[in-house]
């Protein structure tokens, strides 16, 4: 089992920058899929980005494509998504997200078929 506590949400200005970091415990990191999620009030949890347990191939929404890079660095088990030219639809709680399944598929896009997930962080960008 593992544990993930999201850090570096915060208030910023559209066309601002922002990093999130997910720290995991409890597991070894590497043989996790991880992928980044974002919820804004009243609407549908979406996809954000995912990365595969080695971080050499990466996918990310349509949404951000340009704008926001997922990586990873599995020594200090943490995953990233560095959010560059921040638009306020990009208002949300962002969660990380761990996929333990052993099957070969590099990335997971669908929040069902994440087993674990951290507690959230919030992003708030103003216009």
């Known amino acids: 089992q593992v544990q993930l506590v999201e850090s570096g949400g915060g208030l910023v200005q559209a066309g601002g920058s922002l990093r999130l970091a997910c720290t995991a415990s409890?597991?070894?990191?590497?043989?996790?899929?991880m992928g980044w999620f974002r919820q804004a009030p009243g609407k549908e949890r979406e996809f954000v980005a995912a990365?595969?347990?080695?971080?050499?191939?990466?996918y990310s929404a349509d949404s951000v494509k340009g704008r926001f890079t997922i990586s990873r660095d599995n020594a200090k088990n943490t995953v990233y998504l560095q959010m560059n030219s921040l638009k306020p639809e990009d208002t949300a709680v962002y969660y990380c997200?761990?996929?333990?399944?052993?099957?070969?598929?590099?990335?997971?896009?669908?929040?069902?078929?994440?087993?674990?997930w951290g507690q959230g962080t919030q992003v708030t960008v103003s216009s």
């Open positions: 409890g597991s070894t990191f590497s043989n996790y899929r």
């Open positions: 990365i595969s347990r080695s971080g050499g191939i990466r």
């Open positions: 997200a761990a996929d333990r399944k052993t099957d070969s598929r590099p990335v997971r896009v669908n929040g069902r078929d994440y087993d674990y």
